[in-house]
């Protein structure tokens, strides 16, 4: 109950035998409105300290008025303005360069299978909640599968030594989730479509091979409150990397842009090569770096920056594919 529902119901307790708010008609017009409580149950009303009877009516307009704005909760908050980017769902190469040879290989198991990420806290989750079991939160999921994340094992050619543990991070509640990724490795070409609630949040996370050797997660939130996704885990270039922040300027629906990735390599490797490009849906949060990342040797943490109502992210094998990842994003109209 609000301070100004609590103030209100005490003031009302001051006028003599004015207790009673509506008749049942006021209050059947009301409730068939929408208007009531905001969909709080109309029976309950004296819970809040101001009794309803039937057949009375001893109050004002605006005292009801007053009444039903105190203890009306606010509406959602609406999804972030401005433009927004979407994906196309490109599944042919468009005449661009695409992935490499994969082996499909994700699959599930514990967070904490290559290495306990509270053991990197400060280190690769600066800013952000301990990652222990305590803060990870159930969602939809069974209770078995809390602590369970999807990860790739090896990708082909050793660009994983387990790797990816995909979680999505609430900022204002410091609480991780891992969605699992259901059904996976499938042929390119194929996405699916999947909702997560957690957080009192619903999730919406498209994904799938869309070519040979790219990977797509599209992930939404119906709501303007911030998020990150990420990743971690170890690579296969055992300590001998070569990582670069690269940038490509592109246009999209008319619209100059810029696209931020990442390569990381094996220092001399032709095939053990990942490329990341991560693209905040808001047009506007990709004015500068979308994502951070930290390593120690071959173990490393890559995530979005804050977000609000979703992010894009494309991973692909041996080759860089921005001029494709360019091409399958439009502005929304």
């Not at 769902?89 to 509270?118: A, C, L, R, W």
């Not at 969602?139 to 082909?156: F, H, Q, T, V």
């Not at 931020?260 to 053990?272: F, T, W």
Request: no cysteine; net charge negative.
């Amino acid at each position: 109950m609000s301070n100004k529902a609590r103030d209100f119901a005490t003031q009302t307790k001051t006028l003599s035998n004015r207790m009673v708010f509506a008749n049942f008609v006021q209050r059947r017009e009301l409730i068939e409105q929408g208007r009531l409580l905001g969909g709080l149950n109309p029976n309950n009303i004296p819970s809040y300290g101001i009794i309803v009877q039937e057949g009375a009516v001893n109050t004002t307009p605006a005292e009801l008025a007053a009444y039903i704005a105190a203890v009306t909760p606010a509406p959602p908050p609406a999804p972030p303005t401005g433009p927004t980017l979407r994906s196309k769902d490109n599944d042919t190469s468009g005449g661009f360069p695409i992935g490499g040879t994969v082996t499909k290989d994700m699959g599930d198991e514990d967070y904490t299978q290559e290495f306990d990420p509270n053991i990197y806290q400060s280190e690769f989750f600066p800013g952000m909640a301990d990652f222990v079991d305590g803060n990870i939160v159930q969602g939809d999921k069974d209770s078995g599968d809390r602590l369970n994340a999807s990860y790739w094992n090896d990708l082909g050619n050793d660009v994983f030594d387990d790797w990816g543990y995909f979680y999505i991070y609430d900022v204002e509640s410091g609480k991780y989730y891992f969605p699992l990724i259901n059904p996976q490795n499938q042929d390119d070409g194929i996405f699916t479509t999947q909702s997560f609630e957690a957080f009192g949040r619903t999730f919406t996370i498209r994904h799938g091979w869309a070519v040979e050797g790219i990977f797509k997660f599209d992930i939404s939130v119906a709501d303007d409150k911030p998020f990150r996704f990420g990743a971690y885990g170890n690579m296969g270039s055992d300590g001998d990397e070569n990582i670069e922040d690269l940038t490509h300027a592109y246009t999209a629906s008319g619209t100059n842009l810029t696209l931020y990735y990442q390569r990381h390599a094996e220092d001399g490797d032709s095939n053990e090569i990942l490329y990341s490009y991560w693209i905040p849906k808001a047009v506007s949060a990709n004015a500068a770096q979308t994502y951070d990342f930290y390593n120690n040797s071959d173990d490393n943490s890559m995530m979005s920056k804050e977000v609000t109502g979703g992010v894009i992210v494309y991973f692909a094998k041996k080759n860089d594919v921005k001029e494709w990842v360019a091409a399958d994003l439009e502005i929304a109209a």
